[in-house]
């Protein structure tokens, strides 16, 4: 059974920077595409960022140029370094890891970490 712990969360002044991690546990971490979601009060949950197995990334517009996905496949951990933080960054941030096959879709989430940006 795939774990996800996401650690780092906390508050910031605006502009200033966290890194989330999230470790994971429970199955081959090298073979998912690792995401970082994001859901604030009262709005749905959207993607932040994701990595893919090789490497590759994509990221929400809202993300682009202040954020940065990477893992880390010998210790399990996906991060995301987030800068130049702003009020509107303010969510419960969750890690996800997805992988498909051609029988199913395997998704699994962490329990979240609380971001926020507060002057």
């Known amino acids: 059974q795939v774990q996800l712990v996401e650690s780092g969360g906390g508050s910031v002044q605006p502009g200033g920077s966290l890194r989330l991690s999230c470790a994971f546990s429970?199955?081959?971490?090298?073979?998912?595409?690792m995401g970082w979601y994001r859901q604030a009060p009262g709005k749905q949950r959207e993607l932040v960022a994701a990595?893919?197995?090789?490497?590759?990334?994509n990221y929400a517009d809202s993300a682009k140029g202040r954020f940065t996905i990477s893992r880390d496949n010998a210790k399990n951990t996906v991060y995301l370094q987030m800068n130049s933080l702003k009020f509107e960054d303010t969510a419960v941030y969750y890690c996800?890891?997805?992988?498909?096959?051609?029988?199913?879709?395997?998704?699994?989430w962490g329990q979240g970490t609380q971001v926020t940006v507060s002057s």
């Open positions: 990595i893919t197995s090789p490497g590759r990334t």
């Open positions: 996800n890891a997805a992988r498909g096959d051609l029988n199913a879709w395997y998704d699994y």
């Open positions: 429970g199955s081959i971490f090298s073979i998912y595409t």
